[in-house]
């Protein structure tokens, strides 16, 4: 069971805007920063977003990250074949003392 | 360009201990910018924070490895390593080593290949 929250699955045909969401609470998204990382299978995993809405080097803008209370999300538009891949959200929690992340969201493209 | 690279037993018994060694090449462990951890991802299953080091010499542990769990560094090699005591086969993932944003270690920007390490008999 993780610490925070995320759909199993998403999927959308090419060109469309997709968006994944990540719930949390007030001891870890609630009062820290949201990172994106995104992972292909067999490959190590790849800093997408990070600080809640900064976009890492060479991630495209139609990527984006936003963050409000408890909860953040991912959004892709445009959406291409090749971002069919596996999401996960991070953050740190105050009460853990240490970093969560979320289950994990498996993109298809239709 | 920084590089991390995991090397380390590929195959531990269960009861004993699993050692992974993280070499940075093309930066330096002591910078303050970056602390430095471990994360592990079983096959199949998502991404579990194992433990962090800072520059200061102090470290964070996940909670629920921590009685198990030793991460340290070897500065003079440019490498850091952890040692996860009494494993069983719920041990068996990939595992990551990371460079971590120091305010932040929930953000990895970098990251190793990662390495398999199947515990069985």
């Known amino acids: 069971q993780s610490v925070l929250t995320q759909p199993p699955s998403a999927s959308g045909t090419p060109g469309q805007r997709v968006t994944i969401s990540c719930s949390g609470s007030s001891s870890n998204i609630g009062s820290n920063s949201v990172n994106w990382y995104q992972q292909f299978p067999g490959t190590a995993p790849k800093l997408l977003i990070y600080s809640n809405d900064q976009r890492a080097s060479g991630v495209p803008d139609r990527v984006s990250g936003s963050k409000s209370g408890t909860s953040a999300s991912l959004a892709i538009s445009g959406l291409q074949s090749e971002d069919e891949a596996n999401y996960y959200c991070?953050?740190?929690?105050?009460?853990?003392?240490?970093?969560?992340f979320g289950g994990g969201t498996k993109l298809t493209v239709l | 360009q920084l590089q991390l690279h995991e090397s380390g037993p590929r195959l531990v018994k269960p009861s004993e201990t699993l050692s992974v060694t993280c070499t940075v090449s093309?930066?330096?462990?002591?910078?303050?910018?970056?602390?430095w951890g471990w994360i592990r991802q079983a096959p199949g299953k998502g991404l579990e924070w194992l433990g962090s080091?800072?520059?200061?010499?102090?470290?964070d542990y996940n909670p629920s490895l921590k009685s198990r769990l030793t991460i340290f560094e070897d500065t003079s090699k440019n490498e850091f390593s952890l040692k996860l005591t009494s494993v069983t086969a719920a041990d068996t993932a990939f595992y990551f080593c990371?460079?971590?944003?120091?305010?932040?270690?929930?953000?990895?920007?970098?990251w190793g290949p990662g390495i398999l390490v199947t515990v069985s008999p």
């Open positions: 093309g930066g330096s462990l002591g910078s303050s910018s970056w602390c």
């Open positions: 990371v460079r971590q944003v120091y305010y932040d270690p929930s953000c990895s920007n970098m």
């Open positions: 991070a953050a740190w929690d105050d009460s853990l003392k240490g970093v969560v």
């Open positions: 080091l800072y520059y200061t010499g102090s470290r």
